[in-house]
């Protein structure tokens, strides 16, 4: 079976849509080709009500069967609007372009469009050995719990990750102009429902909890005339007397379910391959099932037909469809798991909850919303800047132009330069270099300058080159470039630290990079752990060590402050002094300052309310974490939800998140803002200001954030290395001129604006 046109008989095993259209597809591009489909249930047999389809994939169908695309655009019941009530408020958004239809419309007509080009649809028709089939090649388009593929689970490497929440899909007569998200709260927690209309007066409506609200409603004893009269009382407000209906004709017993994510590690068994629901499911939520089995069928026909090789066909419809796969599967994952933890958001203002719904799957972004509904997005942009406290215009600022207040301070705006090391201070003392560093990126339009971590005592710095502030010249040295961020209209933070067990090497450059020093100084941490294997064993700190690493943070602080700063972050992160304590990893101590999280966070907190005690009031003070470990047993997200709570009770006005660096065996998952999401646990759950930081580069990524409540400031480290007036572009790009750059660089500010205003005018090139 090497060339494509050694497969002449095509079995397709499932009359689904993805099924159905592969048959269609291969029948138009050879209709010499002999096609059977084999489905197990009868014609007009379907499970579901509506499906969901977006302007894009009525494209992809266009382009590949305009008849077809037709007859099922023909059916369509259009709508733009997504509504999402809660908290006895409804806020509507537009421009969202999505159509829905009957599933059983929608298989009629693939059906009728099948037969009409010679496909032969055998329904009712179980397939005892799919194996043994009389065809070249076998397509398994039986869907989520396909047979086919469960046979030979360990060949397919299957994967399937069934997720916490229970479902319903149920339908009603009432005929919803918007697609609706109905949160309803009730005794047991909070329960809701995704309803559109696909048919004219004939609705979706899928009904949504946690297990524990499911049980505590009484769901898990009820039959479906029950749950359907239980849902009803529910949503009475949305329903306009309309009743609700199951499918009961179909599934039997309780047709609540829990969403099955389903990943394969091969599509591809000798002579079956596996397209559409079988080799991967996306959530309802995004609606998106269909759509990749559609387009899994157009390329697998593709491979199937065109000339050339045909392993070397499939191969590239694998290795192309599977790309297309995770993306959707990762934003699948982002909005199964915002549905997951509901409660984290119900406290929003309503239009930060809509916001924060709407671009939960990191697909939709800021300026997507704006492409949608520039009025939604104004609104936004208005009611973020008035819970800020920014002056009101007829012009709001985007978010990461509304300033922020802790305490004392406001900043001008919320774009952060993350700490950085720069490796370039002689004895702790900072000079030249880190004026002109620090001092551009304050140029730059930055609200708040971070200086790198800055160590309290000699020992205590990772590098000979670090900066620190353990000798009073080093508040000397402070405070000129303190002065300089100042008279920029920018502020500025001290990020102090003691390095512990990563301490005593090597600058990161040259040919000793990051080896241990020669001549160095004893480390000291948590516990009698190394780095790693090439580093220094550390001495198991005392209390003697306690009391001394205290009193140096608390001198340090002292100094920031009589330097000019405006708020200190204690470094509790990426493995260093602090973060040893904190994360079971490094810290095995038998004492009061090992074992249970309350333990563990015993010393950090006491450094913590030691600076707290001299840093004046009216200045902030931060903490930054490793919200993660990566690491299995490690620090986890739920526990760093605990230890913020715990600072922000002691007096924390922010929390930094950041993640990982704590252990070498550490497997971080890397992507756009990809520590983002421990921001927004953080931030919703522990209810206290938070920073954003980890490959957030785009004015779109801060904008995003902020406004969907993941964070209230965004740091970014990298892009600011790559561009010191990364704020000032933003400013440029947005348009906005509320940003005060400084006067001698106003003329070059003026001409970006009109530059990048001619830009966009212009449009994409
Ligand atoms: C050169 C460099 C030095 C860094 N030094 C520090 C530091 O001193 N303190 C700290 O907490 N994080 C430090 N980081 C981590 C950054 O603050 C930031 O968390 C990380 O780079 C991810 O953000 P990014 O994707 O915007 O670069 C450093 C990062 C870089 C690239």
Not at 266 to 286: E, Q
Not at 313 to 323: D, Q, S, T
Not at 646 to 660: E, Q
Request: hydrophobic share 40%.
């Amino acid at each position: 079976m090497s060339s494509r046109r050694a497969v002449k008989r095509i079995a397709v095993v499932g009359a689904g849509p993805g099924g159905l259209y592969l048959a269609i597809s291969l029948k138009l591009r050879d209709p010499s080709l002999d096609v059977v489909v084999h489905e197990r249930n009868r014609p007009d047999d379907t499970f579901g009500w509506g499906v969901v389809f977006s302007d894009q994939t009525l494209a992809n169908l266009k382009a590949s069967d305009p008849e077809t695309a037709a007859t099922i655009e023909a059916a369509f019941v259009h709508w733009d609007d997504i509504d999402v009530h809660i908290h006895d408020q409804t806020v509507r958004s537009g421009g969202h372009g999505f159509a829905g239809i009957g599933r059983q419309r929608l298989l009629t007509i693939l059906q009728d469009r099948a037969r009409s080009l010679g496909v032969d649809l055998r329904f009712q028709s179980e397939v005892a050995d799919v194996r043994a089939l009389d065809a070249d090649l076998i397509i398994a388009a039986d869907g989520l719990n396909s047979r086919v593929r469960n046979e030979t689970p360990e060949v397919f490497g299957v994967d399937v990750d069934v997720r916490p929440n229970k479902y319903i899909w149920l339908g009603t007569t009432q005929a919803f102009d918007a697609f609706t998200f109905a949160f309803v709260q009730t005794p047991h927690g909070w329960i809701w429902a995704h309803a559109y209309q696909f048919e004219p007066g004939a609705s979706t409506f899928i009904v949504e909890c946690s297990e524990a609200t499911w049980r505590g409603l009484g769901f898990d004893g009820m039959d479906q005339d029950q749950t359907c009269r239980a849902a009803e009382a529910l949503f009475a407000g949305w329903l306009g007397g309309h009743a609700l209906m199951s499918n009961a004709r179909h599934l039997r017993g309780s047709a609540w379910l829990n969403f099955s994510r389903v990943a394969c590690a091969n599509w591809r068994d000798g002579k079956v391959v596996l397209l559409g629901d079988a080799a991967h499911t996306a959530h309802f939520s995004i609606g998106s099932g269909t759509k990749l089995a559609f387009e899994d069928a157009i390329r697998l026909a593709q491979a199937l037909t065109e000339p050339g090789d045909l392993e070397a066909g499939l191969a590239a419809y694998e290795a192309e469809r599977r790309v297309e796969v995770l993306k959707l599967q990762s934003a699948a994952r982002n909005s199964t798991e915002w549905f997951e933890t509901v409660e984290r958001y119900v406290d929003l203002d309503p239009l930060q909850f809509a916001y924060s719904l709407l671009t939960r799957s990191q697909r939709v972004s800021h300026e997507n919303l704006r492409l949608r509904d520039p009025a939604f997005v104004t609104r936004v942009e208005r009611w973020f800047a008035d819970q800020a406290g920014a002056p009101l215009t007829d012009d709001p600022p985007a978010p990461m132009f509304a300033p922020l207040r802790l305490r004392g301070l406001t900043l001008p705006n919320r774009v952060v330069v993350s700490p950085m090391c720069m490796y370039s201070a002689e004895d702790g003392t900072v000079n030249d270099f880190h004026l002109v560093h620090l001092g551009g990126r304050a140029l730059g339009g930055a609200g708040l300058v971070f200086t790198e971590m800055t160590d309290v005592s000699a020992d205590a710095r990772i590098t000979p080159g670090c900066a620190g502030m353990y000798r009073p010249e080093h508040r000397e040295a402070w405070r000129r470039i303190v002065d300089f961020v100042h008279a920029q209209g920018s502020r500025i933070a001290i990020q102090l630290a003691h390095a512990g067990r990563k301490g005593s090497v090597e600058r990161p450059w040259g040919p000793r990079a990051d080896q241990p020093l020669a001549d160095g100084w004893p480390l000291i941490a948590a516990s009698a752990i190394p780095w790693s294997d090439e580093d220094q064993t550390p001495r198991e700190m005392t209390r003697a060590d306690m009391d001394r690493v205290r009193d140096d943070f608390v001198r340090a602080a002292g100094w920031a402050d009589e330097a000019g700063f405006d708020m200190v972050e204690l470094h509790c992160a990426h493995g260093y002094l602090l973060s040893s304590f904190l994360t079971p990893v490094s810290n095995h101590r038998r004492d009061a300052y090992g074992g249970s999280l309350e333990n563990r966070l015993r010393f950090p907190l006491e450094v913590f309310a030691a600076l707290r005690a001299v840093w004046p009031d009216d200045k902030p003070m931060s903490v930054r974490l490793s919200a993660t470990d990566w690491v299995d047993d490690g620090l986890t997200s739920e526990d760093s939800v605990a230890i913020a709570r715990t600072f922000a009770d002691a007096g924390c006005d922010l929390i930094d998140v950041s993640a990982g660096q704590t252990s070498e065996q550490a497997r971080p998952v890397y992507g756009r803002m990809y520590q983002t999401p421990f921001s927004d646990r953080i931030r919703n759950e522990a209810g206290v200001a938070t920073m954003a930081v980890g490959n957030i580069y785009e004015t779109d990524h801060v904008n995003s954030i902020l406004a969907a409540g993941r964070a209230d400031l965004c740091a970014l480290a990298r892009p600011h290395l790559a561009d010191p007036n990364w704020t000032l572009r933003a400013a440029a790009e947005l348009g906005w001129r509320g940003i005060q750059p400084p006067l001698q660089y106003r003329a070059g500010f003026a001409q970006l604006v009109r530059n990048m205003e001619r830009q966009s005018q212009a449009g994409p090139v």
